[in-house]
């Protein structure tokens, strides 16, 4: 089945109502002694205790795992811990991780402050560059860490070439996949030992729930399980549940906020006020073959480089009065939003210095509605501050 299918299919093995309902618990009651020794293992997927779930998580984790084409998926009540618990499931003191420069800030943080406080080292590497990520490895780097495209910067990573030089070495494959979601790039399918995402952005796609995923390979998941045990990592029922309905739709939102996506992206790199627009789909972006080479669709995030020049006066002009694209942060929602960010300050690698840099998500609107909002704005830049 197509993957428009499967969100729709998946996880849901009931007659009756068609959706898992809310299942509130902490304590289970058992029939007899028995029926108590038969959960007692905390086998997942069993009804024992609040924490290991419920129902509306056992379904969620089911369609999570069947979407990914994983073994087996477990769900956690952010994207970043579902990140901090993969790399703690496999990371001990005396281990060597390997970071792309462009991953995400609060897991580049992670890495370097938590994880380097308990003996494990952390070098980042030029996502796009195959050389200098063979250079970094160590004999005891035992995890490699992927984010396609890259935060902020949106460089497109060769996944089938890195998985395959990490499985010679017996290196563990780590993968936020946030952007694309399992419906666009499927991270096991190209050789990802663990595909991790943040469902706060198009799983749940709605702006009112956190949660997150960690789909894993067979031989990735016991690793996976005892750290998700030990820490006592468990999702709230009424979050799970408000995932769950937005995977129904998940496929049509993906197909809108990318169709939205491309038009606005075509739309501003034309315009005079910017230097470069930074979205994988473009034709001519750094990463647009591998794109599409390796994905199956897009979804509603770039970066726009603005000529050098504007301060961030002008930007306030610009941003302060926009109506269609909202300022905030995070993303993945049905609305568009705008958000200026510094990608320089949080490098390795240098990137366009001094540019004023835009964050945009474009939403579900009318396209027409968004890039008249941007040309309004850009127009904004101009004005005297
Ligand atoms: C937002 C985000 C996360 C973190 O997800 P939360 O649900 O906000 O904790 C991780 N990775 C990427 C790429 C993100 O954009």
Redesign the pocket.
Known sequence: MNPETRVIQAGRPHTGPVNTPVYRASTIVFENLAEFDVGKDHERHTLTYGRYGTPTTFDLELAIAEIEGAYAAALTP???SA?TTALQAFLRPGDHLLMPDSV?G??RRFATEFLAERGVVTDFYVPNDLAALRRLLRKNTRVVYL?SPG?LTFEIQDIPAITAICRERGIITLA?N??ATPLAFQPLAHGVDVALQ?G??YLVGHSDA?I?TIACTESAWPYVATALTSLGICVSPDDAWLASRGLRTMGVRLQRHAENALLVAQWLQEQPEVQRVAYPPLPGDAGYELWRRDFSGASGLMAVWLRHGYSRDNLRQMVDAMQVFRLGG?WGGFESLVFPVAPEQSRGQAIAPDAAYLRLHVGLENANDMIADLKAGLKRLHAPS
Do not use: F, R, V
């Open positions: 952010s994207g970043l990140i995400y609060p897991a984010e935060s936020d946030t952007w943040s706060t952005k956190m997150g995070s």
